[in-house]
């Protein structure tokens, strides 16, 4: 764990109530360690973003709160490419200006983002996992890397994802015993009747991906979406902190996107405010990928099922703690 930050004790408070909110009914084979919430992990593992651009959500900027204020570790960030956000240099550059306005105005130990260049998998001949090519991009490289260093037995690496899985995927390709070090919590797809689709957003992008990740981590699928509109009203920016981190959440709100599924910091949310996910079901993985599929695998509700699935958010607390927290960092007097 990392030592706290010099301003722990002012966002401590906020954060334990929304952490002590629910309880955990088993150990979820972690150790002497049981989570604080529904899932297997929680606020005290140390977490790697993995996404494409930073512009249209919040994802970011709730890692850098939460590890500002007692939450997760924040210990790496990959940065690649989408369908709709195919420049690499301007998404790296676009959290590099993150990072920097969050460093300017206090925050300390921040990793600094790295591209990362890999495309999608392409599903072998033969269907066999085992004979896929692996792209050895700089986000698998960083994955395995980074589980070795931060991960512990009863506190594995937590690797959070807002787009596609390729690089996850690619670091088994790698490396399989990454997956021993590691559980994967992925905002993506949809809830079905039957359990979850891997679906847009994000689990159409790298079908072949998916199933490598669902087969074999430890996963969690974040299908509980909100209105990220209401984190950051214009209403309220006369609250933000006159310094460059108030000026950068300004500057980026009229271009957050206004999509009911678009919200990728559900799942940062849901491993650091234990109390977030509400409603919580045990899945397993059904059937294989075909070569032309534009989804991956489904996800069926079994109580011995292997991954997690989150139905379910409390919405209001994500901006609640975003306040919280953004008014307790060093400098936070807002702007009259």
């Known amino acids: ?119 999608k998998l392409v599903r072998p001949a033969n269907g066999q996992i085992s004979a896929t090519k692996a792209n050895h991009s700089e986000g698998a490289d960083m994955i395995v890397r980074l589980s070795r260093k931060f991960s512990l037995p009863y506190r594995p690496l937590v690797v959070v994802t807002g787009g596609r899985l390729t690089d996850v995927a690619d670091a088994y390709l790698m490396d399989p015993t990454v997956a021993d070090r590691t559980v994967v919590v992925s905002s993506m797809g949809s809830v079905t009747d039957t359990g979850a689709a891997m679906t847009d957003p994000n689990g159409e992008m790298d079908p072949w991906a998916d199933l490598i990740v669902t087969t074999h981590f430890r996963f969690v699928q974040v299908s509980a979406f909100y209105d990220q509109l209401l984190d950051v009203p214009a209403s309220r920016f ?65 109580p011995e099922g292997t991954a997690w699935l989150v139905k379910r958010c409390a919405a209001a607390q994500a901006g609640e703690f975003f306040w919280k927290a953004l008014h307790a960092l060093p400098g936070s007097a807002p702007a009259h």
């Open 238 to 302: 006369s609250e933000l902190p006159d310094n460059p981190f108030g000026k950068w959440i300004m500057a980026k709100q009229p271009g957050i996107w206004d999509l009911a599924k678009a919200a990728d910091q559900v799942a940062v949310l849901s491993v650091g405010l234990p109390s977030f996910a509400l409603a919580v079901d045990r899945v397993s993985v059904a059937g294989t990928v075909a070569a032309d599929a534009t989804t991956g695998p489904q996800l069926l509700t079994d």
């Open 1 to 119: 764990m990392k030592a706290p930050s010099p301003n722990w004790p002012a966002v401590t408070a906020a954060v334990l109530a929304f952490s002590l909110t629910f309880g955990c009914s088993d150990s979820r084979n972690l150790g002497s360690s049981s989570p604080h919430g529904l899932l297997p992990v929680d606020e005290r593992n140390p977490i790697i973003l993995v996404n494409d651009g930073v512009y249209d959500n919040w994802q970011g900027e709730y890692a850098i709160l939460l590890a500002s204020s007692g939450g997760p570790r924040l210990v790496g960030i990959a940065v690649g490419t989408s369908p709709n956000l195919t420049n690499i240099m301007d998404n790296v550059e676009g959290w590099r200006s993150l990072v920097n306005a969050a460093r300017d105005s206090g925050i300390s130990d921040l990793p600094d983002p790295s591209a990362s260049l890999g495309a």
